[in-house]
C-alpha cells in the first residue's frame, strides 16, 4: 500500500487575488442592482456609468429631471425666496431698532409677594403668656373651689373619726391630699401647654399656607409678564428672520422616491479554500493512519501460511471457479500493490470455514491456507 501524500496548502496571495477579485464583483453587481432608473410623475431619476475607479469598480453618476410641473414649481419657489429675502433686507433696520433696546428682565419680588420676612411671635404672641392664661382659665373653670370643698369635707371626715390636726393619722391623710392636688395642677398646667401649642401650630399652619399661595399667584403672575415681554421683543425678529430666510414659506417640490436596495452577499473565498485544504487534510491523515494500522495488523500475522483474505484488503477482483475441494477461488490484488505486481490467486475470508480465518488487531480478516 503506497503511502498517501499530503496535499498542498493555499497560497495566500493568490487567496487574497481570488478574495479581492470576488468582493470586487460583488459590490459591482450590488451597485448594478441598487441603481434603478425612475420615472415618477414628478421627474425621472437616471443612473449611467461615466468612468471606472480603482481596480475596474464602475463609477456612476445620477441625474435627476423635473416634471414640467415639478421645475414650474421650483423656479416659482426660488423667486419667492428671493422676493421674502428683499423684504427682510428691507426690514433690517427695523431689526435694528429692536436689537438696540436693551431688554430688562423683571426681577421677582419674594418679600413683596409674602408681606416680608415671618415674625411669629408678633404675629400670635407671647407662647407662655398664652400657656399662664389658659393655666388661669381652668383654674378659674372651679379647680380651686373644688379642692376647698374637698379639703373642709376631708377635716370634718378626719374629725368626726377623732383624728385631729398635729397626729401622724391627720399628716398623712393631708399629705395624700396634696400629693393630688398637686397632680391635679400639674395636669391642667400640662393641658394647657398642649392646647396652646395645637392652636398655635394651626395658626402658623394657616399663615404659611397664605404666604405659599400669595407667592405662587405672584410668581405665576411675573411668568406671564415675562413671557408677554419676551414674546413682544422676539415676534419682530422671528418676522424679520422667516422673511430672510423663506423656510415658512419656501415650497418644496416632491422628488422621485429611491429604489429599493439590494444587496448580495460577498463570498467568503479566503474561508472556503481553508476549509478545503484543511478537509484535504483531514482526509490524507485519516488515509494515513488507515495505512499504518494494516501494515501493523499485517505484520503480525506470524507463519508464512496465514495470509491476510479480507475482501476490503482486494481490487479487480474476479472469481475463477472452486477448486478440488470446493473453495472458491479469486484473481485480485492487494490495495497496496504496485501497478506491475502479478494477479494473486487466494480465496475470501469471508467465504471459508470460520475455523481457520483469524481476526487480526488491524481488523481485518487472514486465512491459514495449510488447512484450506
Do not use: C
Not at 63 to 71: G, I
Not at 299 to 325: V, W
Amino acid at each position: 500500500m503506497s503511502k498517501p501524500r499530503a496535499p498542498s496548502p493555499p497560497n495566500p496571495a493568490q487567496t487574497a487575488a481570488a478574495q479581492t477579485a470576488s468582493n470586487v464583483q460583488t459590490a459591482t453587481a450590488n451597485s448594478y442592482l441598487g441603481n434603478t432608473n425612475q420615472s415618477t410623475p414628478w421627474g425621472n431619476v437616471s443612473y449611467d456609468v461615466t468612468g471606472t475607479g480603482p481596480g475596474g469598480v464602475p463609477r456612476w453618476t445620477q441625474t435627476t429631471t423635473l416634471s414640467p410641473n415639478q421645475q414650474q414649481i421650483n423656479s416659482i419657489g426660488e423667486q419667492n425666496s428671493i422676493g421674502l429675502g428683499n423684504l427682510a433686507g428691507q426690514g433690517i433696520n427695523t431689526a435694528q431698532g429692536v436689537l438696540g433696546t436693551q431688554w430688562n428682565q423683571g426681577r421677582f419680588d419674594g418679600n413683596a409677594a409674602t408681606g416680608g420676612r415671618l415674625d411669629l411671635a408678633g404675629a400670635l404672641g407671647d407662647y407662655g403668656g398664652d400657656v399662664e392664661a389658659r393655666t388661669r382659665e381652668l383654674a378659674q373653670r372651679g379647680l380651686g373651689e373644688a379642692f376647698d370643698r374637698s379639703e373642709e369635707s376631708l377635716r370634718s371626715r378626719l374629725a368626726n373619726q377623732g383624728i385631729n390636726a398635729g397626729t401622724d393619722a391627720f399628716g398623712a391623710e393631708m399629705q395624700s391630699f396634696n400629693k393630688g392636688k398637686g397632680d391635679a395642677y400639674a395636669n391642667a398646667e400640662l393641658m394647657a401647654r398642649n392646647q396652646a401649642l395645637a392652636d398655635r401650630q394651626q395658626q402658623v399652619s394657616e399663615i404659611t399656607g397664605e404666604r405659599g399661595i400669595n407667592w405662587g399667584e405672584a410668581l405665576q403672575q411675573y411668568g406671564l409678564n415675562d413671557q408677554a415681554d419676551f414674546n413682544a421683543r422676539s415676534r419682530p425678529l422671528n418676522e424679520i428672520t422667516a422673511l430672510n430666510s423663506g423656510s415658512q414659506l419656501y415650497y418644496q417640490p416632491t422628488t422621485p422616491g429611491q429604489p429599493n436596495q439590494y444587496n448580495i452577499a460577498g463570498t467568503d473565498v479566503a474561508g472556503i479554500t481553508q476549509n478545503g485544504y484543511a478537509n484535504q487534510m483531514a482526509g490524507y491523515q485519516a488515509n494515513l493512519a488507515q495505512r499504518n494500522a494494516l501494515l501493523g495488523g499485517l505484520g503480525q500475522l506470524g507463519a508464512a501460511a496465514i495470509t491476510a483474505s479480507d475482501r476490503r484488503l482486494k481490487r479487480n477482483a474476479e472469481y475463477l471457479g472452486e477448486d478440488e475441494r470446493g473453495n472458491r477461488l479469486w484473481s485480485y490484488n492487494y490495495i497496496w500493490d504496485a501497478p506491475n505486481v502479478p494477479r494473486r490467486i487466494g480465496v475470501m475470508a469471508d467465504e471459508v470455514d470460520p475455523r481457520i480465518r483469524v481476526m487480526t488487531s488491524s481488523g481485518f480478516y487472514a486465512v491459514d491456507y495449510a488447512q484450506l
